[in-house]
């Protein structure tokens, strides 16, 4: 039986691992100590009898540096002994390497770590579970002065922890504030829940309890009972105001005007080219050989008409005959096909980009603008994936929050909070955003997830009843028990505020649906345009009338009662 730094055990022998750990140590601590002071002078010799002044100092530094290695825990104790060291002892077995037992400073512990079918012996035992009021994991049950034990509690944890009803509980609430945390690794030590278990003042810990690489090497986890990731909570867009005339969006006024000449010029150069052209110039009567009397289709209203015709798409009935009248109809036509399918898939972006819920849609995004700041809940694990992230958006994200520390929060209802009030994106976990979401109908999540991860429930080194606790989680899992709870902690039970429940549009519905606001200028031109030809039709009877009445020497008044009359008999 050998010892080895566990985690390391096929890449290095214990000395290698030790040396190693004493020079990064050696290395920190003169790093740190240079930042405070110049302490080499260029004269400074080694053969010089006078002790280094800051000999001392150094030492002190290694006594105080807390760091961690790659033999666990690098502690000294007054003596510059090494205190707090934890060796993991393995045995060869058949099945491979198991370990049996740890040896700290005050001697050897055998584990014996408790086998699923030891669950009677365990039935005996109340756990101490640590935990924080953070719905909708763990929550007060209304009116829980009239409850006793776990009864006092609601949520999807403590609704796990019923689901093993072999098993007693002693819920110990860590903080009551809302600033109760899981966890955070700063100056060598814990806060939060990890501190409480580190200390053996619970049994286990259970809640939005994020299993990280740090921590593990700290604590021991069951599986996960749930998985998620980071992503960006943000509020909604408030709706842009109604456009009557976002139709005209899809081109800029320049080229709409740009078009409009287009239009004209067409039309003039059509009719010039026609008047011109031998060929545009045929006889009214088709079986006339030598005509009298030549006429020419292309009016200059004609003209005007038949390149309005090839915009609408709609065509008319005039048909260019000449070569020259042809050519110039064939590019118009081209013209007006590139700039209507252009238009029409304009249309549909600007409007989609118009009913966005947000002018942000990825990390990228938030990276790229200083209007909206973006933050995390201080020292948890959500900021230290941005903190180690070797990603570079995400590393700009970190350098701007490192920047402004007025963006992280205590809390996630502070962070909520900030989020709700406009200007503030807030970086949380799904499954916490997939709630807030629920509850907030005007918090959307935006992007997809950063990572992947999951909560566990944590148990102290090396704690016998983990392997238990894992084996329930998984039992748990595969009956559907845990996406029967996710449903009800995340979809039923939650109260939206506002009391109707949030409908959170997809990207596809909202191009889908076009309200009148938006097509509202359409019908406004074309009452306009209906109005307008009303009117031409009024002048243009009255008009007539006073021609034919010239042209028969009778009053305005006898050829508009004639014609009225004319009309009444047609119907
Ligand atoms: N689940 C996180 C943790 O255990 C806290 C929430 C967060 O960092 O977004 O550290």
Redesign the pocket.
């Given at each position: 039986m050998q010892c080895f730094s566990y985690s390391y055990l096929f890449q290095f022998q214990l000395q290698t691992a030790l040396l190693y750990d004493s020079v990064d140590l050696f290395g920190k601590a003169i790093q740190h100590l240079y930042s405070k002071q110049t302490v080499f002078k260029p004269s400074m010799s080694c053969e010089s009898k006078d002790p280094w002044v800051f000999g001392e100092s150094l030492i002190n530094i290694m006594k105080m540096d807390f760091t961690k290695g790659l033999t666990g825990p690098i502690r000294f104790d007054e003596y510059g002994q090494r205190s707090d060291i934890l060796l993991d002892v393995i045995e060869l077995r058949d099945d491979g390497f198991i370990k049996t037992a740890f040896w700290n400073t005050s001697g050897i512990t055998t584990l014996n770590e408790t086998k699923i079918e030891d669950i009677k012996s365990l039935s005996n035992i109340t756990f101490k579970v640590g935990t924080c009021i953070n719905p909708p994991y763990v929550d007060y049950r209304p009116n829980h002065e009239d409850y006793e034990g776990i009864d006092q509690y609601q949520g999807f944890c403590i609704d796990i922890l019923k689901a093993m009803p072999e098993f007693k509980f002693d819920i110990i609430i860590h903080d009551t504030s809302s600033r109760c945390?899981?966890?955070?690794f700063k100056n060598g030590s814990w806060s939060g829940l990890m501190r409480e278990l580190l200390e053996n003042r619970i049994d286990l810990a259970i809640?939005?309890?994020?299993i990280?690489q740090e921590?593990r090497s700290w604590v021991d986890f069951t599986q996960p009972f749930m998985n998620l990731g980071?992503s960006i909570l943000i509020r909604k867009q408030e709706p842009p105001p109604t456009d009557y005339f976002s139709f005209l969006a899809p081109f800029s006024l320049e080229v709409w005007l740009y078009v409009l000449t287009a239009f004209l010029g067409v039309s003039l150069l059509m009719y010039i080219t026609s008047r011109i052209t031998p060929y545009e110039w045929v006889s009214s009567h088709m079986c006339e050989t030598e005509p009298e009397e030549l006429e020419n289709q292309f009016s200059l209203g004609n003209c005007l008409w038949f390149t309005l015709g090839s915009i609408m798409q709609q065509g008319s009935d005039l048909a260019p005959r000449a070569l020259s009248t042809r050519a110039l109809a064939s590019v118009w036509g081209f013209f007006t096909l590139i700039m209507v399918s252009s238009y029409t898939a304009n249309l549909a972006a600007v409007l989609t980009v118009s009913r966005m819920e947000s002018p942000i849609a990825s990390a990228d995004d938030l990276v790229r603008q200083t209007k909206i700041t973006y933050g995390?809940?201080q020292?948890?694990?959500?900021?230290?994936?941005f903190e180690k992230s070797n990603h570079s958006t995400y590393q700009r994200m970190w350098s701007a929050m490192e920047s402004n520390p007025g963006v992280f929060v205590k809390g996630?209802d502070e962070g909520i909070d900030r989020t709700l009030k406009g200007n503030y994106a807030f970086?949380?976990?799904s499954s916490?955003i997939e709630f807030n979401m629920a509850k907030y109908c005007n918090l959307t999540q935006v992007g997809g997830l950063l990572d992947q991860k999951g909560?566990g429930i944590a148990f102290p080194p090396n704690s016998p009843y983990r392997a238990v606790f894992s084996n329930r989680v998984i039992g748990l899992q595969e009956s559907g028990k845990l996406d029967e709870l996710k449903k009800l902690w995340w979809v039923e039970n939650v109260t939206p505020v506002g009391g109707v429940k949030c409908v959170h549009h997809k990207k596809a519905d909202a191009v889908a649906a076009l309200k009148i606001g938006d097509v509202g200028g359409v019908f406004l031109v074309l009452l306009v345009g209906t109005g307008f030809g009303c009117l031409l039709v009024i002048l243009e009877f009255i008009w007539k009338t006073k021609k034919v009445a010239r042209h028969q020497r009778v009053s305005n008044w006898t050829t508009l009662r004639n014609f009225c009359s004319l009309l009444i008999i047609a119907h």
């Amino acid at each position: 039986m050998q010892c080895f730094s566990y985690s390391y055990l096929f890449q290095f022998q214990l000395q290698t691992a030790l040396l190693y750990d004493s020079v990064d140590l050696f290395g920190k601590a003169i790093q740190h100590l240079y930042s405070k002071q110049t302490v080499f002078k260029p004269s400074m010799s080694c053969e010089s009898k006078d002790p280094w002044v800051f000999g001392e100092s150094l030492i002190n530094i290694m006594k105080m540096d807390f760091t961690k290695g790659l033999t666990g825990p690098i502690r000294f104790d007054e003596y510059g002994q090494r205190s707090d060291i934890l060796l993991d002892v393995i045995e060869l077995r058949d099945d491979g390497f198991i370990k049996t037992a740890f040896w700290n400073t005050s001697g050897i512990t055998t584990l014996n770590e408790t086998k699923i079918e030891d669950i009677k012996s365990l039935s005996n035992i109340t756990f101490k579970v640590g935990t924080c009021i953070n719905p909708p994991y763990v929550d007060y049950r209304p009116n829980h002065e009239d409850y006793e034990g776990i009864d006092q509690y609601q949520g999807f944890c403590i609704d796990i922890l019923k689901a093993m009803p072999e098993f007693k509980f002693d819920i110990i609430i860590h903080d009551t504030s809302s600033r109760c945390s899981n966890g955070g690794f700063k100056n060598g030590s814990w806060s939060g829940l990890m501190r409480e278990l580190l200390e053996n003042r619970i049994d286990l810990a259970i809640n939005d309890l994020t299993i990280t690489q740090e921590r593990r090497s700290w604590v021991d986890f069951t599986q996960p009972f749930m998985n998620l990731g980071i992503s960006i909570l943000i509020r909604k867009q408030e709706p842009p105001p109604t456009d009557y005339f976002s139709f005209l969006a899809p081109f800029s006024l320049e080229v709409w005007l740009y078009v409009l000449t287009a239009f004209l010029g067409v039309s003039l150069l059509m009719y010039i080219t026609s008047r011109i052209t031998p060929y545009e110039w045929v006889s009214s009567h088709m079986c006339e050989t030598e005509p009298e009397e030549l006429e020419n289709q292309f009016s200059l209203g004609n003209c005007l008409w038949f390149t309005l015709g090839s915009i609408m798409q709609q065509g008319s009935d005039l048909a260019p005959r000449a070569l020259s009248t042809r050519a110039l109809a064939s590019v118009w036509g081209f013209f007006t096909l590139i700039m209507v399918s252009s238009y029409t898939a304009n249309l549909a972006a600007v409007l989609t980009v118009s009913r966005m819920e947000s002018p942000i849609a990825s990390a990228d995004d938030l990276v790229r603008q200083t209007k909206i700041t973006y933050g995390c809940l201080q020292g948890m694990s959500t900021c230290k994936f941005f903190e180690k992230s070797n990603h570079s958006t995400y590393q700009r994200m970190w350098s701007a929050m490192e920047s402004n520390p007025g963006v992280f929060v205590k809390g996630n209802d502070e962070g909520i909070d900030r989020t709700l009030k406009g200007n503030y994106a807030f970086l949380m976990e799904s499954s916490s955003i997939e709630f807030n979401m629920a509850k907030y109908c005007n918090l959307t999540q935006v992007g997809g997830l950063l990572d992947q991860k999951g909560y566990g429930i944590a148990f102290p080194p090396n704690s016998p009843y983990r392997a238990v606790f894992s084996n329930r989680v998984i039992g748990l899992q595969e009956s559907g028990k845990l996406d029967e709870l996710k449903k009800l902690w995340w979809v039923e039970n939650v109260t939206p505020v506002g009391g109707v429940k949030c409908v959170h549009h997809k990207k596809a519905d909202a191009v889908a649906a076009l309200k009148i606001g938006d097509v509202g200028g359409v019908f406004l031109v074309l009452l306009v345009g209906t109005g307008f030809g009303c009117l031409l039709v009024i002048l243009e009877f009255i008009w007539k009338t006073k021609k034919v009445a010239r042209h028969q020497r009778v009053s305005n008044w006898t050829t508009l009662r004639n014609f009225c009359s004319l009309l009444i008999i047609a119907h």
